[in-house]
């Protein structure tokens, strides 16, 4: 998908910037959604594994909460 740069991190607390600054946050779990979030492209890491096995960037899934 073209990333220049990927961050990981346990704890939005830890992230090097506003979560709305990055193009997209995966979340592991339906459980790590906050609402510090909202603002942003959150997508589930199963979106990330269809979009790897895809080989393209599928459309964008709604987050079911």
């Given at each position: 998908?073209?990333?220049?740069?990927?961050?990981a991190?346990?704890?939005?607390?830890?992230?090097?910037?506003?979560?709305?600054?990055?193009?997209?946050?995966?979340?592991?779990?339906v459980?790590?959604?906050?609402?510090?979030?909202?603002?942003c492209?959150?997508?589930?890491?199963?979106w990330?594994?269809?979009?790897?096995?895809?080989?393209?960037?599928?459309p964008?899934?709604?987050?079911?909460?």
């Open positions: 998908m073209g990333a220049r740069r990927v961050e991190v346990t704890e939005l607390k830890f992230a090097s910037d506003q979560p709305s600054t990055f193009d997209y946050v995966v979340i592991k779990d459980d790590h959604y906050v609402q510090e979030l909202e603002d492209t959150t997508v589930h890491l199963a990330v594994k269809d979009c790897l096995i895809a080989g393209r960037r599928l964008l899934p709604e987050l079911l909460l």
